[in-house]
């Protein structure tokens, strides 16, 4: 009898010991699973069907001059960079010889001018066309410009080049978006982008995106 019932309590222990495991082992799924979800939500570089879907896009006006928005020119229009210490606008007369900051002045440039050429000019070709950059855009109500620097490396490309890979976190809204350019953002809404940028001695141009997608 004391053997059986020895027999029987170790057997409930055990019992016990499996459902415990099997409850862990199951949480720990789930914890993974949360997680892989997060990092797909986080950083996924074209989603800007999906998320047009979500908002109202404004009506396309390839021919409006947005110089005559009052309320939009109202706005800070200018590219404010943050180089990890200070933040400060970008001014022609301060950084004319600085490759980079220039740089930036022509792509949103580009954008508040709607002239997609230029902005094609900004990207590799390769990246025009992962990103599929329309061959058209109205001009872009583009406001509110921080430029957060984020690290530089050394890299050499296929032919043996050496170049600078810069990343910058780059922030702003555009109003009244129409999704000419980004479908993937609200009306004076942020959603950053992670810009990777291949600065030569000799020419520069983005290389990589990555949104985050903060819901």
Known sequence: ????????????????????LAVAALLLVAALLCLVLFLVDF??????????NRFELYPVDYEYDISGDEKYMAEDRR???????????????DYSDNQLY?????????LQEGDASSLKECYSDELVKTLKLPYRISMQRVYDINLQYISTEAATDEAGIVYDSVVYRFEYKIMKNDGTFRRDLESDAVRPQYITIRQYFDKIYISNVVSNFIK
């Open 1 to 20: 009898m004391a053997l059986e019932a020895l027999k029987n309590a170790t057997g409930k222990k055990k019992g016990i010991l499996i459902a415990l």
């Open 43 to 52: 950083f996924i570089p074209d989603r800007g069907e999906e998320l047009a």
């Open 79 to 93: 590219v404010w960079v943050n180089d990890g210490t200070l933040s400060a606008p970008i001014d022609d007369n």
């Open 102 to 110: 220039m740089f930036f002045e022509k792509y949103f440039k580009a």
